[in-house]
Structure formats: C-alpha cells, structure tokens
C-alpha cells in the first residue's frame, strides 16, 4: 500500500538534545511539508520541499532543519534551539504545491 | 494572501441531527478548497476536495460540500451525524501565487452526543 510513514510514534527527549524525526512516503509525490501542532492552535507550516534537494522555510522554521537527498525521505531535526519543542509533528505529501495533501499518522515529541 | 476562517472551534450535535461545519476563506483568484478530519492522535484524512468542477463536492463516511463563490464559503454538512463524527475538522484553501501554498483554518472539534 501507498503511504507515509513517520516514526516513531512518541519520542522523548532530554532538553538540550537534538532529534530527528523520520517521515518517508512511496507515493512518488515531488512535494513533502512539516507541520506542527499545538492545541488549539492548528497546523503551522515549519518547512516544505517542492523537489528534491531543494526546500523553503515555512512559518516557524527557527530552531528546526531539514534535508531532501532523497524523493522519498524528508527528515526533520528539532535542534536545541527551538524553545518550545514538545508539539505533535506532522509530515505530508502531494504530487505537487497545491494539490491535495496526504498526512502521515504523526509524532509526538515530549522533551523534558 | 490567502486566509480560512473556520466559525465555531467547538460544535455539538445529536446523533442523527445535521451537522453543518463553516468555512470562510479569502482569495482572489478560484481556489482549490479542502476538507480534512483528524482523529486524536492520528494524522489528517482527506474528506473532500473542490477543484473548480461541480459546486457541490460529496466526500467520504457521508460528507458532502458546497462551494459558494459569492459568500466566499465552503461549509462542510452531513445529514445524520454518528458518534464515529466526533473528531476535528479542518478548512483549507490553495491557490495560485506563494507555490501554492495551502493555508489551513484553526479547526473545529465536533461532539456527537448519544
């Protein structure tokens, strides 16, 4: 089956670390996004990939980065920057910037 | 820039009534329109989506909605809620200009009482 995957499901981490979450689709999708989630606050974009190699900074991008090497990965690093880094993390793709936008099932980051 | 508006973050129906979820969205150019569910602790699904074809967009478990141009809408409705609705929904809007980003609305949680 086609899909995305992102793993793993909880993470927890110390703060001052940083960690990286997997997100890879094998939709053969060109585009790849990274939100996040807060309660009450909807899905804010951090960053998104039109094509491979390439990526822009979304709307909270401080404190994250990324890497497309590959079409089918699209890993984000939380670093130690990011001040509030405990959120639900959420990976997406789609054929193209527009169109419609496949979720994977999340992750959820707990640093203490 | 574009921007949806979603009325109401919070909305209660009875098991069989209709539950309508609003949309409002601000764009000025033909967007392409999208409704998503999320349950807790669970990525987004795909309900519907409006692509400059029919107004009235039927999607899945029963969803079904309608794109309004002149009121700049696309409420979400379902004649007869079940207690397997109760999740989030979310509006959100794509277009031409900015890569075509997709801009979402801040959600709206539905309860279906018994």
């Known amino acids: 089956d086609g899909g995305i995957t992102q793993s793993p499901k909880y993470l927890f981490r110390k703060e001052g670390q940083n960690v990286t979450l997997s997100c890879e689709q094998n939709?053969?999708?060109?585009?790849m996004y990274w939100y996040r989630q807060d309660p009450g606050q909807g899905l804010r974009l951090i960053y998104y990939?039109?094509?491979?190699?390439?990526?822009q900074k979304g709307d909270i991008a401080e404190g994250y980065s990324v890497s497309r090497e590959k079409k089918e990965s699209f890993p984000l690093t939380v670093t130690s920057a990011q001040k509030n880094p405990t959120a639900f993390y959420l990976c997406?793709?789609?054929?193209?910037?527009?169109?419609?936008?496949?979720f994977g099932p999340g992750t959820r980051l707990t640093v203490t | 820039a574009q921007s949806v508006t979603q009325l109401g973050s919070h909305v209660s129906v009875s098991e069989g009534a209709l539950v309508l979820l609003r949309c409002n969205y601000s764009?000025?150019?033909?967007?392409?329109l999208f409704w998503y569910v999320q349950y807790p602790n669970q990525g987004l699904q795909l309900l519907l989506k409006y692509t400059s074809a029919a107004t009235l967009v039927k999607g899945i478990n029963g969803f079904e909605a309608e794109f309004k141009k002149s009121e700049t809408s696309f409420h979400l409705t379902k004649p007869s809620a079940h207690m397997s609705d109760a999740a989030e929904y979310f509006c959100?809007?794509?277009?031409?200009?900015?890569?075509?980003?997709?801009?979402f609305g801040s959600g709206t949680k539905l309860n279906v009482k018994p």
């Open positions: 764009s000025s150019v033909p967007p392409y």
């Open positions: 959100a809007v794509s277009g031409v200009g900015n890569f075509n980003k997709f801009y």
């Open positions: 997406a793709s789609s054929t193209f910037p527009g169109d419609e936008q496949y």
């Open positions: 990939s039109q094509i491979v190699n390439d990526f």
């Open positions: 939709l053969n999708h060109d585009a």
